[in-house]
Nanobody, 128 residues
Framework: VQLTESGGGSVTSGGSLRLSCVAS?????????MGWFREVNGKEREGIAL???????SYGESVKGRFTISQGNAKNTVILQMNSLKPEDSGLYSC??????????????????????WGQGTQVTVAS
């Protein structure tokens, strides 16, 4: 699976950016758990928005209410809409993915620590 991000850039505080991640190199009928992660100021990469193979979403506390993750028009695309951006949101944003597990009759996403597919990342800079 290859992941390609786009949409990063520079904005002023309070602005918005829209990131896109396209997955390729896998069977379209397969499910993927996908999410957005970021590295800020040399800190450890954190998961900020996750999209389950069933369409459910979850967010980190630092972005809840400001960021929205969604599936794009194509099944292999995930979008991160970032509003009300703050300077502390600046960092390298990466798309991560992993195949879900089939457990008790349902697809379940594994912990993000074992996500095995990653994009190169796209830089987001928010000026005060």
């Amino acid at each position: 699976v290859q992941l390609t991000e786009s949409g990063g850039g520079s904005v002023t505080s309070g602005g918005s950016l829209r990131l896109s991640c396209v997955a390729s190199g896998y069977t379209s009928s397969d499910n993927l758990c996908m999410g957005w992660f970021r590295e800020v100021n040399g800190k450890e990469r954190e998961g900020i928005a996750l999209l389950g193979s069933d369409g459910t979403s979850s967010y980190g506390e630092s972005v809840k209410g400001r960021f929205t993750i969604s599936q794009g028009n194509a099944k292999n695309t995930v979008i991160l809409q970032m509003n009300s951006l703050k300077p502390e949101d600046s960092g390298l944003y990466s798309c991560g993915a992993e195949h879900p597990n089939w457990i008790d009759g349902a697809y379940t996403c594994p912990p993000t620590e074992i996500y095995g597919f990653w994009g190169q990342g796209t830089q987001v800079t928010v000026a005060s």
